[in-house]
């Protein structure tokens, strides 16, 4: 089956500075990585996903890098904030919706 | 956007007892919805795969008998845990999609179950 590995596991950043987590997977037969934030006590947010067709995709501060030949995917988040604080997950699919989770990653944003 | 509904967001129960979670599509019908599990500070374990109309799917090594899945309808999926035991306290959380291949899955806020 699909293995997603993430790092770092833990990321403390300036207020300002970017923050970059990567994620690799192991069936490249998997098309679909969407990126999600957990913070304390609630249940993971979608904030941004890319498919296999694409190799980047951007959202005001956050994009996410795809490449393929390397199975390997990156979140970036621009001019970071404290709300920005939280988990972040990545994740990957193939066929059937399921979604196989990286270990996460604590990002603390530092004022 | 897409809203999935968890309910309750909290419970604590006795040993032996049984607990019912609900996860509600609030505004697109779900033919799939997923549940996990989820222990503090680790990633999420998905349990087993809830199919509206049939039975549903478990991970290996999850007892299908002490957690009842019932899908009755295109927007609504029940997690039953049966006799509680203090193990089985954790955050539960579902997922659902509006069921084509790939379309973006949105989680609940979550159950967090305190057995006592």
């Known amino acids: 089956g699909e293995n997603v590995e993430q790092h770092p596991s833990t990321l403390s950043v300036q207020e300002g500075d970017s923050a970059v987590i990567k994620c690799t997977y192991s069936d490249s037969a998997s098309n679909y990585f969407p990126w999600y934030k957990q913070e304390l006590g609630k249940g993971p947010q979608l904030i941004i996903d890319?498919?296999?067709?694409?190799g980047e995709k951007k959202d005001q501060r956050i994009a996410v890098t795809l490449n393929k030949t390397a199975k390997h995917f990156s979140l970036h988040i621009t001019e970071t904030q404290p709300e920005d604080s939280a988990v972040y997950f990545c994740a990957a699919s193939g066929a059937g919706n399921m979604l196989t989770f990286g270990g996460g990653t604590r990002l603390m944003v530092k004022p | 956007g897409a809203v999935v509904s968890q309910h309750p967001s909290w419970v604590i129960c006795k040993s032996g007892t049984s607990v019912k979670i609900e996860c509600r599509s609030l505004?697109?019908?779900?033919?799939?919805m997923f549940w996990y599990r989820q222990f503090p500070k680790q990633s999420l374990m998905l349990m087993a795969t809830s199919n509206e109309g049939s039975k549903a799917t478990y991970e290996q090594g999850v007892e299908k008998d002490k957690f009842l899945i019932n899908h009755a309808s295109l927007t609504l999926s029940t997690l039953t845990v049966t006799s509680a035991h203090p193990e089985d306290s954790s955050f539960y959380i579902c997922?659902?999609?509006?069921?084509?291949?790939?379309?973006?899955?949105?989680f609940g806020n979550g159950t967090r179950l305190t057995v006592t």
């Open positions: 505004d697109f019908q779900a033919t799939t």
């Open positions: 890319i498919r296999s067709n694409v």
């Open positions: 997922s659902a999609g509006r069921g084509a291949i790939n379309s973006p899955l949105h």
